[in-house]
């Protein structure tokens, strides 16, 4: 039947008869056979087969337009030329598609006996996997982990640890300021402000390790990088002595470097710790036995020196609001690159921030 609206030309019910539509048959037969692949048999089911233009589409809307007597006669010849042309398509579509399955089965086979070529992957940095074993140490013993924001400001980083503005102490940390100048805004020189948050932040007790990136304006060698890591401690409680901070910083050399070797503190200087010292370590390699020398560990003098501390000055508690007269504390700090070097035999400092992904594989575990 015409669609709604439509009006039938009765000159062209001539697609109906029998040659034209035999030549329709013929003619999408061909390009049925013709047609390579998926996408030339799409574009012959347009135009022969479903397509609004297609011949055979175009004679059954000329049905019609036939007188009633022949309607029935002319409707079986269109059925059959519409099958004979509907079963060839899908004979078609059935072997390009097999084809192309066929294909793409041959050209992207994958032999899964194959090892799997899998681009390597990378270890942990060796500064990390130092920095979690020697917090590990210390939460063990009680301590929690403190963090504190890289971009500090100067109260924090020199005042409220006992350097005023023209102490000299200041001198020795190379800061790298941020701008505005006169902001007081600095890239921190130590991770000791990490201790002063810490005590402005949690009740007293207060037992924290503080692990981290540091900044100072240093030229990058062997031995020295504007961008390094520390770990600092801080122990605030009544009671505190000196004799604590030796039993801690014992355990600590245990944890580090294993057992059986000595430990000894050395008069030293920082101006947030009154006592002051350095803790050194016996050599783990050479034990200071001048049979085992010359050493590289050492340089054959015995010791390794390991870390500074010291029981927190009264002015560094007074900053944080803390009465001295009832608390007392001790602080340490390390550097991890050093502590590094130390344990793994590494020469250079730079290779740690040079970025290679071999330097990490010898010491971490590939995760």
């Known amino acids: 039947m015409p669609a709604p609206g439509e009006t039938v030309d009765p000159s062209r019910v001539h697609s109906l008869d029998p040659d034209q539509l035999a030549a329709a048959v013929t003619a999408a037969l061909a390009s049925i056979t013709t047609a390579t692949d998926l996408d030339a048999l799409a574009a012959v ?28 006669d002319a409707g079986r010849r269109h059925n059959a030329a519409r099958a004979q042309v509907q079963a060839a398509y899908d004979t078609r579509l059935a072997q390009l598609t097999a084809e192309r399955d066929t294909r793409v089965l041959r050209e992207e086979r994958v032999d899964v006996t194959l090892p799997p070529a899998r681009r390597r992957r990378g270890a942990r940095h060796p500064l990390s996997s130092l920095s979690d074993r020697l917090v590990d140490v210390f939460v063990a013993m009680g301590y929690e982990v403190a963090e504190g924001p890289e971009v500090e400001h100067d109260w924090f980083n020199f005042e409220a640890l006992n350097m005023a503005p023209d102490h000299p102490a200041r001198s020795m940390h190379d800061t790298l300021y941020v701008e505005p100048a006169g902001s007081g805004r600095l ?5 000791s402000p990490v201790q002063i948050r810490s005590l402005l932040a949690r009740d007293l007790p207060v037992y ?24 600092e401690g801080l122990a605030v409680d009544e009671g505190i002595t000196m004799a604590d901070l030796r039993g801690t910083l014992a355990t600590f050399a245990e944890a580090l470097f294993g057992t059986g070797l000595s430990t000894r503190l050395r008069p030293s200087y920082f101006p947030f710790t009154e006592p ?33 501390c010291g029981m ?8 944080a609001g803390v009465d001295p007269t009832r ?4 602080a340490f700090g390390m550097g991890l690159e050093r502590a590094a070097m130390i344990r793994y035999g590494v020469r250079e400092i730079r290779d740690f921030v040079d970025g290679d992904v071999r330097f990490g594989l010898p010491f971490g575990i590939e995760d």
């Open 45 to 72: 089911r347009t135009a022969h087969v479903q397509g609004d233009n297609a011949p055979l589409v175009l004679a059954r809307r000329e049905l019609g337009a036939l007188p009633r007597e022949d309607r029935a």
């Open 187 to 191: 890239l921190r020189t130590h991770t």
């Open 208 to 231: 924290v390790v503080a692990p981290g990136r540091t900044y100072r304006n240093d030229a990058i060698d062997a031995t020295h990088s504007p961008v390094f890591g520390q770990l």
């Open 276 to 308: 002051s010292a350095e803790l050194d370590v016996q050599c783990f390699s050479c034990h200071g036995e001048t049979a085992r020398q010359p050493c590289r560990v050492c340089s054959d003098e015995g010791w390794i020196e390991i870390l500074g």
């Open 312 to 319: 927190v000055d009264p002015n560094v508690l007074r900053a």
């Open 327 to 330: 608390y007392s504390g001790f």
